[in-house]
C-alpha cells in the first residue's frame, strides 16, 4: 500500500493545473500538508505592483486542501471541493513564493472538512485562510 507521501505527490501531480501553477508538496504532516506555488510572472493580477493575482492563491489553497483529505489516515481515493471559503487578509509580496498549509480536522464517512493558511517568505501574517468541505470517496 502506497504511503501519504507517495499518494500526495500522485494526487497533486495529476492535477495539469496544479503543475502549470508550479506548485510543489514540501512536506506532509499528521492530517495536514504543506505546498509551495513559486512566484511567477503569468500569475499576477496587478500589473502595476506585481501581486500574484488571488485565482491563484485560491487554487493552491483548494489543492492543499484536497491533499490533505486524500492523506487522511482513513485513507479516501478521492475528493472534491465541495464548499471553500477564503479570506483574503494581504496581497503577497511580489518576487515571493507562497506556501499553503492545510488540515483536515474532522472527516464523516462522506465529508471532510479542512482549514488552510497561505503564507508568502515573510511569514509575519498571513496572505489568506481558508475552511472548507471536500467530498470523501471510498474504495468500494
Known sequence: ?????????????????????????????????????PYDEKLIGDPETGVIHGGAVSALMDATAGTAVVTHPSRPVGTATIDLRIDY??????????????????????????RAV???????????TATGAFTVERAS
Not at 2 to 31: C, H, Q, T, W
Not at 90 to 111: D, F, K, L, N
Open 118 to 128: 497561505a503564507m508568502d517568505d515573510d511569514r509575519a501574517r498571513p496572505v489568506a
Open 89 to 114: 487578509m494581504r496581497p503577497a509580496t511580489p518576487g515571493q513564493s507562497i506556501v499553503a498549509r492545510a488540515e483536515c480536522y474532522h472527516m464523516t464517512r462522506t465529508v471532510a472538512f479542512i
Open 1 to 37: 500500500m502506497p504511503d501519504s507521501a507517495d499518494i500526495a505527490k500522485v494526487f497533486m501531480e495529476a492535477i495539469p493545473y496544479n503543475r502549470a501553477l508550479g506548485m510543489r508538496l514540501i512536506s506532509l504532516e499528521e492530517n495536514a500538508v504543506i505546498v509551495e506555488m
